[in-house]
C-alpha cells in the first residue's frame, strides 16, 4: 500500500504543464505596469537645471508697438478669419480659433472631435529703436469630443503651422 502511494506520489508533477506560461504572463503585465508607473518616469526624464529664456521674436515690424497691437486685433476681429479675442492688455492679445480635429472611432460611430487653438500673443518695443516692434506668438491646443464636454489640453502637430498662419496674416497686413 506505501509502495503504490509512493509510486503515484513519485509519477505526481508538483506544478502543471501551463504554470510556466502563467508566470510569464503575470510577469509581463507587472512590467508594463512598472513602465507606465511615474515612479519610472521620474528617473527617465529629468528637468532641464537652467530655465529656458523667452523665444526669439518671430518677426519685427518697422511701427511703434501701440499700433501694432491695434492693426492686430482690427485684423484678427475680422469674421472672415475667425478668430476670437478674448483679452487685450497693454500689448498682450489672447486669441482662439477653432478647427475641424481628428476623425476618431469607426463605421457609422465615427466621430470628429472639435480642436481650439489658443494664441498668446505678445508685442514689445525694441530696445534700441522706440519705433520698432517685435511680435511673441505662443500657442496651446485643446481638444474635446463634442460641445458638451470640456476642453482637455491637447498635443498638436499642427500648432506650429497654425502659429506661422496667424503670423503670415498679421504681418502681410500691417506691412500694407
Not at 518695443?125 to 506668438?137: D, E, G, L, R, T
Not at 491646443?141 to 498679421?170: G, M, S, V, Y
Amino acid at each position: 500500500m506505501i509502495n503504490r502511494f509512493l509510486h503515484n506520489f513519485e509519477k505526481r508533477r508538483t506544478f502543471p504543464r501551463e504554470s510556466g506560461l502563467v508566470v510569464i504572463v503575470l510577469f509581463s503585465i507587472f512590467i508594463a505596469f512598472l513602465s507606465s508607473c511615474t515612479f519610472i518616469n521620474i528617473f527617465q526624464s529629468s528637468p532641464s537645471p537652467l530655465p529656458l529664456g523667452p523665444p526669439p521674436p518671430l518677426k519685427t515690424f518697422s511701427v511703434p508697438p501701440d499700433v501694432v497691437e491695434a492693426k492686430a486685433v482690427d485684423i484678427l476681429q475680422d469674421i472672415a478669419w475667425k478668430y476670437v479675442v478674448t483679452s487685450r492688455e497693454k500689448w498682450r492679445i489672447e486669441v482662439y480659433k477653432d478647427y475641424e480635429g481628428e476623425p476618431h472611432g469607426f463605421w457609422k460611430f465615427k466621430k470628429i472631435w472639435q480642436d481650439r487653438v489658443k494664441f498668446y500673443i505678445r508685442i514689445t518695443p525694441a530696445k534700441n529703436q522706440p519705433v520698432h516692434s517685435y511680435i511673441y506668438i505662443d500657442a496651446e491646443a485643446f481638444t474635446r469630443i463634442d460641445k458638451n464636454q470640456p476642453w482637455k489640453l491637447h498635443d498638436c502637430p499642427k500648432t506650429e503651422e497654425r502659429i506661422a498662419e496667424i503670423l503670415r496674416i498679421i504681418s502681410s497686413n500691417i506691412e500694407k
